[in-house]
């Protein structure tokens, strides 16, 4: 499965969601390739400090999207790229090859014409593939005293687009994983909040991942 963070925007949360989601499927017993396709190369630079056994590639262009994407699907359950804050040839690359895109975007009203725009490349993709891909929005950076969720929620259902019931909220434990090499749900009691809201997000997002792994354990305990 592809799963493409894409925004058009910089400074929305794909790289923490990124980071945090192939740490997390990893950690669920889940082959992942982390492709990074930010010039920044943040998320992969993580990856490598905080789980090496994750692969982790850089695709810098358009053409290398989709060249190289497809390939890596075939060596991994789950491929998640991060996709950049610019560039959008190659938001929409991701997009011609992803399974799922993931819309990170920030809890404002001055966010929307974004979404609007991210959204617009998801149905173009949609109508070129006739099907693919699935496509959810996330809030993501939402203060704690957030008020405008309801007016966020209006503007998704406007464009036909999934909006999760589990925000990102704006904690300092998701800035401080990448710069300790980890993640938040190693980071302590201290992280607890937000290692709770990233479990639940992807839960919500993925609820197959969470029943593989129950699944896996019954089994593993009937042949004993």
């Avoid at 994983?177 to 190693?186: E, I, M, N, S």
Wanted: with cysteine.
């Amino acid at each position: 499965m592809i799963i493409a963070l894409v925004n058009s925007k910089g400074g929305v949360g794909k790289s923490t969601l990124a980071g945090n989601l192939a740490g997390w499927l990893h950690a669920h017993g889940k082959k992942v390739i982390l492709a990074d396709c930010d010039t920044q190369a943040s998320s992969s630079e993580w990856i490598q400090e905080a789980a090496p056994a994750i692969q982790t590639v850089r695709l810098s262009n358009a053409d290398e999207v989709l060249d190289e994407l497809p390939s890596l699907a075939r060596e991994a359950d789950y491929v998640i790229a991060d996709g950049p804050g610019s560039q959008t040839e190659t938001s929409r690359a991701l997009l011609m090859w992803a399974d799922l895109a993931i819309i990170p975007c920030k809890a404002s009203m001055f966010e929307v014409r974004a979404l609007e725009k991210g959204t617009a490349f998801v149905r173009q993709a949609q109508a070129i593939r006739k099907g693919p891909p699935e496509a959810i929005a996330v809030l993501s950076m939402v203060g704690k005293d957030y008020r405008l969720t309801k007016d966020m929620r209006d503007a998704a259902a406007s464009l036909k687009l999934s909006l999760t019931e589990t925000p990102v909220t704006l904690r300092q434990a998701f800035a401080d994983a990448p710069g300790q090499a980890t993640f938040v749900w190693q980071l302590g009691y201290a992280a607890r909040d937000a290692a709770g809201e990233i479990d639940q997000l992807f839960r919500e997002i993925l609820p197959e991942v969470v029943t593989d792994k129950v699944l896996s354990l019954r089994k593993s305990k009937a042949s004993k």
